[in-house]
């Protein structure tokens, strides 16, 4: 499905960096049917040089990936190397009272901790792109 795009909406890029295919496939397809376009990465490593060739203007990032890096680290890396963007969207379990403010210390952060609802999920994406 090709993205679409008004005058009122215009494509967006987003970049999921999820280690689990079928959320990463959820995510995707969420923010493909809204019109954005997207890149999935599954490591760090790999979600580093997407932000690198893609350019995304939303990152969608869990904190445990496999290999080397953690999400943390991923994030600490894009925020030494572009500073307050992308916008990320830190979307994982290790979310909750005591990461979520330390992680959206980093700047143009927010935090969603799964599980999560899809409709909370969109309302995210769509309110993180509209800033």
Request: proline fraction near 6%; include cysteine; charge should be negative.
């Amino acid at each position: 499905m090709a993205p679409r795009e008004t005058p009122s909406a215009p494509i967006r890029k987003v970049l999921i960096i999820e280690d689990y295919y079928a959320l990463a496939d959820i995510e995707s397809l969420l923010c493909t049917m809204e019109g954005h376009e997207v890149r999935v990465a599954k490591t760090g490593d790999e979600g580093l040089t997407a932000v690198a060739e893609f350019n995304p203007d939303l990152i969608l990032l869990d904190l445990m990936l496999p290999g080397e890096l953690t999400g943390t680290q991923v994030l600490e890396r894009i925020r030494a190397e572009r500073g307050q963007e992308p916008k990320v969207l830190v979307v994982s379990a290790l979310v909750n009272s005591t990461t979520a403010p330390q992680l959206e210390a980093f700047g143009n952060v927010q935090t969603l901790a799964k599980p999560f609802k899809i409709k909370e999920l969109s309302a995210r994406i769509q309110a993180m792109l509209a800033q």
